[in-house]
């Protein structure tokens, strides 16, 4: 290695050489001017160096590396640092547990087959208490347990349409009288009281509990398989849920399950339908904003740590262009109506299907500045594809975040775009595996942008339709399937802050939000150490 | 949009928008005092653009990926284009079916389910005849067809050693006498011959192909197991291909059945096993070395179009640091006997099991510099893993290329050096799914590489162990499969002159190579062109 570098760097080797290791790369970022890691490689032949050389440049690209990573900037207080070698204990027990036999690293495996023996993972445990700051992409539908839905079915006045002889459920309507209409060939309306006696209340419970998840299909020969299945349940959802009665409990129970698990603020990305009264009647999308407002008064009135919710208003995106003009004119009455609650605009359903972003530009630019873009792109493997492209799009529209952006590692460009212009990826390693973009969550994609330190959240998206946890299975995948080895609390810590960060909350309320937050999670980690304390004099 | 960027940008934009697309980027390439990309839209409100700023600035940044991705140096020829045209009509029939029904799109399955179907793919049949270059990456007992590595269980004075009955082959030895050694229990030696009148000779021929494959088994539950089964096959054809006389009969059938593949040029990594005669002695490592080098010569002969084939030392890397010092020290010998031939060093073997790389750097070091390293490194999907860590070792110990680097996508940083210190990939994308890194192609790390321009070949691995085609079958997936839909025939020129370009051949050489392989990419192209206007003609 000596010999050009012994002319360029050899005091600065040797000045590297007395600093404990961290400090190297210090060095070199305190020091700009001098050359920087590429020119120091690139001018050195490396088949020359002495073992010593060796050593001390492995160190230096080993702590460049950990000073990139997402988390980096965190800087643990005692107690954290405390609690973090508890977490880390349990983390590197698993993950070694994993390379000894890798059939039992549940990253390894499809969720639907390992969510009881993650259940019992002491490490799930851990994550499961943390609070996590924002759930920033959930769906109007799709966040409540199936428990809880199931429970909603118990409502006076509900109907159930069925066919194959009362085999399979196909619709749900509240009304006063059997409803009339048949959508469905061969399809029987009765009371949902009748179907719960004829079937038996428990069977019907696990029925229910079946048809309104992916269960137990973990392997769908296609991600289209995957999104029609999901489809089918959103749809059978509506009839139940669109109930103008019962929309705004949905919501509520919904805020009570993210909050369980350590979520303080929610961002729903809701189609907005006009919801139906008793007797068929619709009411107009106002009213249904107005219920979602109602609710959340209610519940942040029942529970002060809670922080705020808002929401994204995101029609499906399976329409021509005209129709997004009317979107977006909807959007900005409903802005102009409730200004501090309907803050976003994006469009939903499956990018393969229908137009690209790039057809609907001219008028997705009406929207007013102030309302911001948090579109789904790039939910694909289809690398060239225009879904693929959604992502260019997404970006030049002005996006202030990309739900999901599966592919955006193949686009290194967008990444650095991303970054620069501050754009977060929603990374939801959970849905991204029942909707088949891919089996192991070690080649999760959001690997690259935890190393690159693009700006991302931890979130879920439909967490009900896999019985999972609202948020905490997916972070649990993610740092113990997706991010390296090594990341630990601070890790956690910026992906938790991220989560304000990155909502659509202003300045202030993000002060806010960060304050209630943080309160939290000093609790948590207080109570992580005492409990560690505890099991130290318990051995004693 | 307008706001800061009128002061800044208004004049670059209105130049673009009277620029062909293409070459609005080339006028930022051209113009590098001029605000960058990032700079252009970081100082941008992109929710205040026109539809029209919005398309200029679309395709801005698409034209920046168009001319960052692998082969955007290439200038097509204008028989080159008409070829291309051809090809592109072939990839978008497959990606676009692929499209409609994802089930029907080879790339999404795993290779043992679409051997056959692929083999039928017109856009296979073009790929399997083009001129590739080098296939750099080859191990010395996995590059011939199992149908090839059957015939020679012909040959005289072979014994078998068989367990359950006769059931199972456990091993082979040729011999003038029975051997009575045993290392199976309940191994019984007997004459191929005897074997094949008692099973059959047609049931033995099948039983053979499965046993020298990793079929049936397209999913094992983990990479280990994997591992496992793969190093049975190599294990049971040690007795086989070690024999003196065979050794170099192999070899020649590779370079045969590489060459009928379009490879004109192969670096085999060997162990160099002291190869035995038929009284059981051993030659020493030397006379395998002369075995290879005779064999070359007789095939250089008879094969004027071939270019050449070099060997790398690939001893077994699961031992000890002082054994891998006796590497050195024999690989430094054999390069003295042989400069031309024995011109690389590497180690082979499971990455997870044994020592990693930086235990072995002292040692490593003292290899002359003039023998090029070619290390396997990063081939796993434990992020953060010692293994994972074989990348940076590999990098900082001043390595050419790197075989497979699965995981270097995880490590910006690394991707980045190898990228300024011009080390080339050597992609595997079949090894990779066949050992359970990867199931789908579409998610195959190296996109990124692509994307990025990182220094890329494609390989095989052990070809014969998955009855693929020596290369064909891996250009076929990481041109439909990996690389963006719009990657054209300059991604595959770039690819097949890359393998030239990173082999181990000295600056003249390469020289010569090219040559030769250009005479062979021209009668490739020239021939998809007739057949392209015959067919035109046919149609009139």
Known sequence: MAVQLAHRGRSLLSELAKCATPTAAR?????????????????????????????????????????????????????????????????????????????????????????????????????????????????????????????????????????????????????????????HEDGEWQPMEKLRELRGEENLRKYLRVRLSMYPLASFTTNALAWRHMMGIFNLLDGLLQYAPLWGDYYYNALKEFYADGVQYLEVRSVL??????????????????????????????????IDSKLIYAPIRHVQPEVVGQYVKECTELNKEFPNFVVGFDLVGQEDKGHPLSKFAEELLKLPEHINFYFHAGQTNWYGSHVDQNLLDAIV???????????????????????????????????????????????HPAATLIA????????????????????????????????????????????????????????EGKAEAMEKWKKEWDKWVAKIVAEKDQALEDKK
Request: aromatic fraction near 8%; charge should be positive; hydrophobic fraction near 35%.
């Open 452 to 507: 690159e330190n693009v700006p991302m959240v931890v979130s879920s998206g439909n967490p009900g339709f896999w019985r999972a946890a609202p948020l905490s299975h997916d972070f649990y995948m993610a740092f113990l399937g997706i991010a390296p080895m090594t990341a630990d609390l601070k890790f956690l810590k910026r992906t938790a802050k991220n989560s304000i960060r990155y909502s659509s909350l202003k300045d």
């Open 273 to 306: 339908p006009e919801l139906y009264c008793l007797d068929g009647s619709r009411l107009p999308k106002r009213e249904t904003v107005q219920i979602y407002m109602d609710s959340l008064k209610r519940f942040k009135q029942e529970h002060p740590g809670f």
């Open 27 to 183: 060095f070199l970022h305190r020091h700009p001017t001098e050359m920087t890691l590429l020119e120091m490689l690139g001018s050195t032949n490396l088949r020359r160096s002495t073992p010593e050389d060796y050593r001390i440049l492995r160190e230096i690209v080993k702590s460049f590396e950990r000073y990139s990573g997402v988390g980096n900037d965190i800087q643990l207080t005692l107690p954290e640092r405390s609690a973090n070698e508890l977490i880390m204990i349990e983390k590197k027990r698993e993950y070694e547990k994993g390379i000894m036999d890798p059939s039992k690293f549940a990253p390894g495996h499809h969720i639907f087959q390992v969510l009881h023996t993650v259940k019992q993972s002491p490490l799930f445990q851990v994550l499961r208490k943390m609070p996590k700051g924002a759930a920033l992409k959930t769906h109007d539908t799709s966040m409540c347990s199936s428990r809880a839905v199931i429970e909603m079915t118990y409502r006076e006045n509900l109907w159930v349409c069925t066919t194959h002889k009362g085999c399979r459920v196909v619709e749900f309507r509240f009304a006063k009288e059997k409803p009339k209409d048949l959508r």
């Open 397 to 443: 529209l002005g996006t202030k975040r990309i739900s999901h952006g599966y592919t955006i590692t193949k686009h290194p460009i967008l990444m650095r775009l991303a970054k620069y212009l501050n754009i977060a990826l929603e990374v939801c390693p959970v849905s991204n595996q029942v909707l088949q973009l891919g089996s192991d969550y070690r080649s």
